[in-house]
């Protein structure tokens, strides 16, 4: 969809757009209606201010437990346009910055260039084009992402933020886990989704990480026709996320278990994840998926992976004892009610390892926010004899956890994720910490 408004950049115009927004929803919240009106005009809001703010909006459109129960439906319906295309950028504005990063004018450096978008997100939009191939005669068909014109200031102006920064914070973890190194990761790894040569690394590392796996697609990147704010790879195809919800058991189950296989794999055995598992960056074709977006990805450090491969091993063997240990190390926990809260929830996100096969239901991902929110209001009763802090990256990892199982959820097929680990489990010995 197209709005014709300029991207707000200034911090103080962003937070007044938010917190009208805000009040809205909340004044909906405190009446008996279903929220449509509220919810149509957050998520015009959202997709005006695009950045934080749009990630914030595309999350309440797929992540279950995030919006109230009563007014999900309408929340879903007015944010799925928000989470399939935010408002698009002007093509002279796309066009200049295009030839700016790239230095020669969009007809020399494509053989065809679309000028709407086919898809637009929080940071950029993404065009279609073709360009001249290195051998042969075929035009090489690709996907063009250009940031929107404006959206590093306003980016900086939400990460200065600290209400838009809560907003994105707030649904994983409490106010006294968000301490000052969390949130400087949380600005950083933000930060990073500004540079698409960085982008471009991490695809490629990805490619590594599943070098040989056939039901694991990833594009090409094109480096000449790429820079720190254009992005160009090959052109997929494939079905979107709505069709491969219609799909049938058979496909869904193939699918479930390859988007399990890429998270884990890549945690479990190369210490990295991608922590942004919105549903408009899948494609779904016969047999694999077409993974798109790589603009957020986390590092994990070795102690985080050592303990981590001690839980999954003994949720493998349904050793509760064995992982409540390994839990207690990987945060390094205090005995308390806090510890037996987090291990209770950390333990409950494990439930498709320790019973298999297994269906992720909506139902069972939405018991996953409300078990962290009851963790967070632990947190804050807890006095200083059992608190103990979260690990850096717990914003992301449980970014992760609820959009991925979220995801699962719709895909609605019950699979063994135990056995798809088991598979690349040998793959650790080779990488040992």
């Known amino acids: 969809m197209t709005d014709p408004k300029k991207l707000p950049e200034g911090r103080l115009g962003r937070?007044?757009?938010?917190?009208?927004?805000?009040?809205?929803?909340?004044?909906?919240?405190?009446?008996?209606?279903?929220?449509?009106?509220?919810?149509?005009?957050?998520?015009?809001?959202f997709g005006t201010l695009r950045g934080l703010a749009a990630k914030v909006g595309q999350m309440a459109s797929y992540v279950d437990g995030v919006v109230p129960e009563g007014q999900r439906a309408a929340y879903e319906t007015a944010m799925k346009g928000l989470r399939a295309a935010a408002p698009t950028s002007s093509p002279v504005e796309i066009r200049r910055l295009v030839e700016e990063e790239l230095g020669a004018p969009v007809d020399r450096l494509f053989l065809r260039w679309d000028e709407a978008p086919i898809a637009s997100a929080s940071i950029g939009q993404v065009h279609r084009a073709a360009i001249a191939p290195e051998s042969g005669d075929e035009p090489i068909e690709v996907a063009?992402?250009?940031?929107?014109?404006?959206?590093?200031?306003?980016?900086?102006a939400d990460l200065a933020n600290a209400g838009i920064l809560q907003m994105v914070v707030g649904s994983?973890?409490?106010?006294?886990?968000?301490?000052?190194?969390?949130?400087?990761?949380?600005?950083?790894?933000?930060?990073?989704?500004?540079?698409?040569?960085?982008?471009?690394?991490?695809?490629?590392?990805?490619?590594r990480f599943h070098r040989g796996d056939r039901t694991i697609v990833m594009p090409r990147v094109h480096a000449h026709r790429s820079s720190t704010r254009v992005l160009t790879t090959d052109f997929m195809h494939g079905a979107s996320f709505d069709d491969a919800c219609a799909a049938p058991d058979r496909e869904r189950r193939a699918?479930?278990?390859?988007l399990w296989r890429f998270v884990y794999k890549a945690i479990l055995v190369h210490r990295h994840?991608?922590?942004?598992?919105?549903?408009?960056?899948?494609?779904?074709?016969?047999?694999?998926?077409?993974?798109?977006?790589?603009?957020?990805?986390?590092?994990?450090?070795?102690?985080?992976?050592?303990?981590?491969?001690?839980?999954?091993?003994?949720?493998h063997q349904r050793d509760v004892q064995a992982f409540?240990?390994?839990?207690?190390?990987?945060?390094?926990?205090?005995?308390?009610?806090?510890?037996?809260?987090?291990?209770?929830?950390?333990?409950?996100?494990?439930?498709?390892?320790?019973h298999r096969p297994y269906r992720i239901t909506r139902p069972y991902a939405a018991s996953l926010v409300e078990l962290a929110k009851e963790m967070a209001l632990e947190a804050r009763r807890a006095d200083d004899s059992e608190f103990f802090a979260m690990p850096e990256d717990m914003?992301?990892?449980?970014?992760?956890?609820?959009?991925?199982?979220?995801?699962?959820?719709r895909l609605d097929v019950e699979a063994d994720y135990a056995s798809v680990e088991r598979g690349f489990w040998p793959e650790t010995e080779a990488h040992p910490v």
Not at 21 to 30: E, P
Not at 144 to 155: E, N, S
Not at 185 to 191: L, W
Not at 287 to 313: E, K, T, Y
């Open 15 to 45: 937070l007044a757009r938010l917190a009208g927004a805000g009040l809205r929803v909340g004044a909906s919240a405190l009446g008996d209606s279903d929220g449509a009106s509220a919810a149509k005009h957050a998520a015009e809001v």
């Open 144 to 156: 063009v992402k250009v940031q929107h014109p404006g959206i590093v200031k306003a980016l900086d």
């Open 172 to 207: 994983v973890v409490g106010k006294r886990f968000k301490t000052k190194e969390q949130l400087e990761q949380v600005r950083q790894r933000f930060r990073e989704e500004l540079d698409y040569r960085l982008e471009a690394e991490r695809l490629e590392s990805f490619h």
């Open 255 to 258: 699918w479930a278990e390859t």
């Open 273 to 315: 994840f991608n922590a942004d598992p919105h549903p408009g960056n899948y494609l779904f074709r016969d047999g694999s998926v077409v993974f798109l977006d790589f603009g957020c990805v986390q590092p994990v450090p070795d102690h985080n992976i050592r303990w981590a491969r001690v839980m999954h091993r003994a949720a």
């Open 324 to 354: 409540a240990n390994g839990f207690m190390q990987l945060l390094q926990a205090k005995p308390g009610l806090l510890a037996k809260t987090a291990v209770a929830y950390t333990r409950r996100c494990f439930e498709p390892l320790f």
């Open 395 to 409: 914003v992301f990892m449980n970014r992760l956890q609820f959009g991925f199982y979220s995801v699962l959820a």
